[in-house]
């Protein structure tokens, strides 16, 4: 009944000010629909039409099959403020030619997370709106009978609680059950898909997404940039959104002038804004 699976659970940052805003304007309801789908189903669904030629060297119909089954394999949903990414490794059962068993376990992982960069950043460069999340492996059930969505899951509660007592700043933290699973199936990409925190923490790296971009990544950041800051001037005078905001404008700053993206026309201007943040929290 149970299956151990990964379950990743993303917060968005400021939803209750966004049903504010867009309640009785049943366009811009609509339109934020269509947003969630496209940046999460949407974004699963482009993977799965990936040529799998981006992904190995030589392919045919098999590997073309193996790929869809590894897409397949991922399930995200969207619920209300949250999204929820599944992967149950436990029922991964296929493999190809060129791939035995471990190796596809590894390979559905790796796309596992490139889905949630990907989610990501995209929701982040569309909506100006922060996320915040956990994730965790461990025993899971969930069935859809009737339209009805029932999760029973130790994973998911994991997942949840390190969303709300450990993220905090817009981060998504990994914890240490999957951090040793990943470890005893010799997981080689950690350090691509997550940063170690001041705190000890793992997160997941979100803009490890940019090279699969390519051109179209400053754009991309351009959107960020605009979106973030907009954000930031609305919460000048909110001493812990503008902690938050300033969390994320140094990690963004960090990887906007690294080598690999060097777009330093990008960056935030962090100390104004610790200097408002200095000033907020010094008693009058």
Known sequence: MFVNTMVGYIDILGYQDLVERAMGRAELVKDLENLFYGVSIGTLKGLRGIDLTKV?????EEEQQYFQKITNAIHVRNNADSFIFTLPVSEINFRSTSFDEKTTVLNCIETYFSLMTMFTTLFISKMGYLLRGGISIGKHYESDRDQQLFVFSEAHNRAVTLETKK????????????QL?????SYPNIHKFFYEDEDGYY?????????????????LLTHVKEGIKLCIESNFNNVKELGKLIYFA????????????????LTFDVEKYERQLEHLETPL
Do not use: Q
């Open 203 to 219: 997160c997941l790296n979100i803009y490890t997404a940019l090279r699969i971009w390519g051109d179209l990544k400053e754009d």
């Open 250 to 265: 140094k990690y963004h700053n960090k990887w906007v002038t690294s080598a690999e993206v060097n777009f330093p026309h």
């Open 56 to 60: 190995v060297e030589e392919t045919d």
């Open 181 to 185: 699973y990943l470890k005893e199936i």
């Open 167 to 178: 993220a905090v700043n817009p981060r998504i933290v990994m914890d240490k059950n999957l």
